[in-house]
């Protein structure tokens, strides 16, 4: 079975500093597509960036990009710059061609001014 | 702003009452999913729909139910509420292929007294 394991229940960073979030998983499938999500206090959950898996290149969107490990199974997410609107809950998530959706437990970010 | 649209936002209700919370979508979106939420926790799917009168129990045993009739409305109905039903629910849709990222609406944070 899927596994998906957030390892920092919370993380604080100075603000404009960069600070990586990490992620492992688990699975025996070889196609599959991986997620951060957000979720800011009292607000609606959003996507931050996602990776296939059969790209070698990791994603990179804006002030945000990951890590992608594929033979160790390693997903971390890395702020750059951060800001104090990047405060939030991040959520790891994976998926395969089954569809089913698993989500990390979340690393709570705090940015302190 | 949201392509998704749960009401209400936020619910206090007594033991033992029925209650319906709604989640509307107007991107067209096959698949819809309802999340259980603890705040600041993980979520924890309790329903799944891949379209039109296709409904899921997801991984949460959960008392609630669901229905698809049409493909824009996926309402999640509790037919007692009982204060372990406290938290909030999440409803998200997506386009319907893998690496198609969910859309999450606002939550509906529920009180049962």
């Known amino acids: 079975a899927q596994t998906v394991t957030q390892s920092q229940p919370e993380m604080s960073v100075q603000e404009a500093e960069t600070v990586t979030l990490s992620c492992t998983y688990d699975?025996?499938?070889?196609?599959?597509?991986l997620f951060w999500y957000k979720q800011p206090p009292s607000r609606q959950m959003i996507l931050v960036i996602r990776?296939?898996?059969?790209?070698?290149q990791n994603a990179t969107e804006n002030r945000f990009s990951v890590n992608f490990q594929k033979a160790a199974k390693s997903f971390s997410l890395k702020i750059s710059d951060s800001q104090l609107g990047d405060a939030a809950m991040y959520f790891c998530?994976?998926?395969?061609?089954?569809?089913?959706?698993?989500f990390g437990k979340g690393t709570r970010l705090h940015i302190l001014p | 702003e949201a392509d998704i649209y749960q009401t209400p936002r936020y619910l206090v209700i007594g033991t033992g009452k029925k209650i319906t919370l709604e989640c509307s979508q107007t991107?067209?979106?096959?698949?819809m999913y309802w999340y259980q939420q603890d705040p600041g926790m993980e979520l924890h799917l309790i329903h799944y729909?891949?379209?039109?009168?296709?409904?899921e129990k997801g991984d949460l045993s959960s008392e609630s139910t669901v229905s698809r009739i049409r493909t824009e409305h996926f309402p999640l109905t509790l037919e007692s509420a009982r204060p372990s039903h406290t938290s909030q629910y999440l409803c998200?849709?997506?386009?319907?292929?893998?690496?198609?990222?969910?859309?999450f609406g606002n939550g509906t944070r529920l009180t049962v007294t």
């Open positions: 998200a849709s997506s386009v319907g292929t893998a690496n198609s990222p969910l859309h």
């Open positions: 699975t025996s499938e070889s196609d599959y597509y």
């Open positions: 990776q296939e898996a059969y790209k070698q």
């Open positions: 998530a994976f998926t395969n061609r089954d569809d089913k959706i698993i």
């Open positions: 991107m067209g979106h096959d698949k």
């Open positions: 729909s891949y379209g039109v009168n296709s409904t």
